[in-house]
C-alpha cells in the first residue's frame, strides 16, 4: 500500500513570508498528486493538480512543483486568507490523502 | 453552478447502517464520478471510494471493502453511500465530491453530513 508523508505537519510563518510544504510518497506515483486547502469548518477545495497544474481561479501565489521524488507546494507571499490545513493527495493507487500540514500566521 | 447537496446529519447507534445521499446540479452528473471523503473529528481527510460516471463502477479503499456500498442515480443525479455495521469509530463528516476521474481530482464538494454513532 501506498504511504504519503507530509512535512511539516505544522507551521507559523508572517504575512508575506515564502513557505514551502513537502509530499513524499512511499513509492513512484507518477505526478498523480494534488493539492487541497481546508479552512476550519470548511469543505477542501482543490488548488493545485498533477503535481504542478494551478487550478482555475486559484492566485498565483500558489504553486506546486517536483522535486526528485518529492512534491512541493508552495506560497510565494503568505496571506492572512491562507490560514488553513492543507492536504496532498495521491491517485496513482485509488487514492490517499497526506495527513495534513497546519499554515498558520505568527 | 456546480452544486452538490448532501443529506442531513445522522445518529446511528453502533451495529446499524446509515445511507448519505449527494444530489448533483449544475452540470452533467454522467460526465464525471462521485468520489466520498471523510473526517472524524478534529482529523484529517480520509478517502472512501469512488463511484464512475456511467457503468457504476466502484473502487473501494481496502479499509471499507466489505462494508460500504457506493451508488448513483442518473435520473435524479443522485449519489449515495451506505456504511454498514457502524462503529464509534465511523462518527466522522463525510463529504461527496465531484471527480474528474477514476479517482483524479475532486473539484466540487458537498456541504458534508455529520454522522454520529453513539449507543
Known amino acids: 500500500d501506498i504511504q504519503m508523508t507530509q512535512s511539516p505537519s505544522s507551521l507559523s510563518a508572517s504575512v508575506g513570508d515564502r513557505v514551502t510544504i513537502t509530499c513524499q510518497a512511499s513509492q513512484d506515483i507518477r505526478n498523480c498528486l494534488n493539492w487541497y486547502q481546508q479552512k476550519p469548518g470548511k469543505a477542501p477545495k482543490l488548488l493545485i493538480y498533477?503535481?504542478?497544474n494551478l487550478e482555475a481561479g486559484v492566485p498565483s501565489r500558489f504553486s506546486g512543483n517536483i522535486s526528485g521524488a518529492d512534491y512541493t507546494f508552495t506560497i510565494s507571499s503568505l496571506q492572512p486568507d491562507d490560514v488553513a490545513t492543507y492536504y496532498c493527495q495521491q491517485y496513482d493507487n485509488l487514492s490517499l490523502f497526506g495527513p495534513g500540514t497546519k499554515v498558520d500566521i505568527k | 453552478q456546480v452544486q452538490l447537496v448532501q443529506s442531513g446529519a445522522e445518529v446511528k447507534k453502533p451495529g446499524a447502517s446509515v445511507r448519505v445521499s449527494c444530489k448533483a446540479s449544475g452540470y452533467t452528473f454522467t460526465n464525471f464520478g462521485v468520489t466520498w471523503v471523510r473526517q472524524a473529528p478534529g482529523q484529517g481527510l480520509e478517502w472512501m471510494g469512488w463511484?464512475?460516471?456511467?457503468?457504476?463502477?466502484?473502487k473501494y479503499a481496502q479499509k471499507f471493502r466489505g462494508r460500504v456500498a457506493m451508488t448513483a442515480d442518473t435520473s435524479t443525479s443522485t449519489a449515495y453511500m451506505e456504511l454498514r455495521r457502524l462503529t464509534s469509530d465511523d462518527t466522522a463528516l463525510y463529504y461527496c465530491a465531484r471527480d474528474r476521474g477514476r479517482p483524479s481530482q475532486f473539484d466540487y464538494w458537498g456541504q458534508g453530513t455529520l454522522v454520529t454513532v453513539s449507543s
Open positions: 463511484i464512475g460516471k456511467d457503468n457504476g463502477d466502484t
Open positions: 498533477d503535481a504542478s
